[in-house]
């Protein structure tokens, strides 16, 4: 028996919550659309997805350059910190976090490394938010 694509994304969401992909920001979120904007969530996600690419590639940028613009990175950081605690992403979030301390230190390879984890986990719920909208959460009232 094949399961409703409402069971998909049920299922999906609370798989992102046990895996502390999100947290409660996106229950929030969600309440903030109701019938007259019914794709509210679907663009905020998008959004998200769209702008965290371009910020992430601008850091490895910013980070391969002799002389490292720190305070410029820690603003892209921060951009995406704020991004990312909008739409409830939990692990990038925290890893923005850390990042913005290397930041702060001024300390190139600990950024580099925090890039690479940041892109880890913006990749993969950035992923798991593509599904979700494909399943059809980009339907009025789809969202669990």
């Given at each position: 028996?094949?399961?409703s694509p409402m069971d998909q994304l049920n299922a999906l969401v609370s798989n992102m919550f046990a895996t502390g992909l999100l947290d409660?920001?996106?229950h929030q979120l969600k309440n903030l659309q109701d019938p007259s904007t019914p794709d509210f969530v679907s663009e905020v996600i998008a959004l998200f997805c769209d702008d965290g690419v371009q910020i992430i590639d601008e850091l490895a940028k910013l980070l391969e350059q002799p002389t490292v613009d720190f305070d410029m990175v820690d603003s892209f950081v921060h951009q995406l910190k704020?991004?990312?605690?909008?739409?409830?992403?939990?692990?990038?979030?925290?890893t923005c976090i850390q990042f913005r301390e290397f930041c702060k230190q001024k300390s190139r390879d600990g950024c580099i490394m925090t890039l690479d984890s940041a892109r880890t986990e913006f990749y993969d719920v950035r992923s798991k938010f593509q599904t979700m909208l494909q399943t059809g959460a980009?339907?009025?009232g789809l969202l669990p």
């Amino acid at each position: 028996m094949a399961t409703s694509p409402m069971d998909q994304l049920n299922a999906l969401v609370s798989n992102m919550f046990a895996t502390g992909l999100l947290d409660e920001q996106f229950h929030q979120l969600k309440n903030l659309q109701d019938p007259s904007t019914p794709d509210f969530v679907s663009e905020v996600i998008a959004l998200f997805c769209d702008d965290g690419v371009q910020i992430i590639d601008e850091l490895a940028k910013l980070l391969e350059q002799p002389t490292v613009d720190f305070d410029m990175v820690d603003s892209f950081v921060h951009q995406l910190k704020g991004s990312s605690a909008s739409v409830g992403a939990l692990k990038v979030k925290n890893t923005c976090i850390q990042f913005r301390e290397f930041c702060k230190q001024k300390s190139r390879d600990g950024c580099i490394m925090t890039l690479d984890s940041a892109r880890t986990e913006f990749y993969d719920v950035r992923s798991k938010f593509q599904t979700m909208l494909q399943t059809g959460a980009s339907g009025p009232g789809l969202l669990p």
